[in-house]
């Protein structure tokens, strides 16, 4: 798994304020659980990266465990937001699905708050898991309504919203899993690529004039009408 952005960390500044620094250790946290995955990514490495010391690292962060579920509650904050703007900006159910996966594709992805797979999240314990999970949960569960809404509204071809989220969330957890920065697309492509794959799909199904209704037939064949 290649990290998404190898430019180089922001420089840890001693004269910003506490929010700053804290987010500019958090970027560099998750370009190495990008890059190399939450088991062999250390506090040393972080701090080496930074140029700080490792205890510098611990007035902001109580451990490895936090700094992951800071990387996660952070990305969901940025999808959580990418929602509540399709959802005020798109006028039908197709727009505001479009809106959202371009918001969190490519708006989130070139913020410091780098998307993480979801399989690193079974490093944390118990209780951080449930909060993100629950966290998912609900942001799973608009998304289906908001395809429901675009089915009802005539913007969305007739599906089941769960089957059309859960294979979104497939195919945006592909991107995070294998997309290779050393390849010949950037990322933007493929996630531009993957939104047009994912929305062709979501056209209502014209029926062909050429085609004849099974009600407008006989069993033998023979048009009606």
């Known amino acids: 798994m290649g990290s998404r952005n190898a430019a180089r960390p922001a420089p840890f500044d001693r004269s910003q304020d506490y929010g700053a620094r804290r987010a500019v250790i958090l970027a560099e946290a998750a370009r190495q659980f990008n890059a190399r995955g939450y088991a062999l990514t250390s506090i040393d490495g972080i701090a080496e990266r930074l140029r700080i010391t490792k205890p510098a690292i611990y007035y902001y962060f109580r451990n490895k465990q936090q700094l992951l579920y800071e990387c996660y509650a952070q990305a969901f904050d940025l999808a959580d937001e990418a929602l509540a703007r399709a959802v005020a900006e798109g006028r039908t159910g197709r727009e505001r699905i479009e809106l959202y996966l371009r918001a969190w594709l490519l708006d989130a992805r070139a913020s410091d708050a780098q998307m993480l797979p979801l399989r690193e999240g079974r490093a944390l314990p118990p209780t951080l898991r449930q909060k993100l999970d629950r966290r998912r949960r609900a942001r799973r569960d608009r998304l289906r309504a908001i395809v429901a809404e675009g089915v009802a509204d005539g913007s969305i071809r007739a599906c089941d919203p769960k089957v059309v989220v859960s294979a979104w969330a497939g195919a945006v957890a592909w991107i995070l899993e ?7 697309l ?7 690529e993957l939104i047009a794959l994912l929305m062709r799909g979501l056209v209502p199904v014209t ?9 407008r037939l006989r069993r033998d064949g023979e048009r009606v009408g």
């Not at 062909?208 to 009600?215: C, H, Q, Y």
Request: aromatic share 8%.
């Open 207 to 215: 029926p062909s004039p050429s085609v004849v209704p099974k009600a």
């Open 186 to 192: 950037k990322f933007e492509q493929v996630a531009e």
């Open 178 to 184: 294998v997309y290779d920065p050393a390849g010949p």
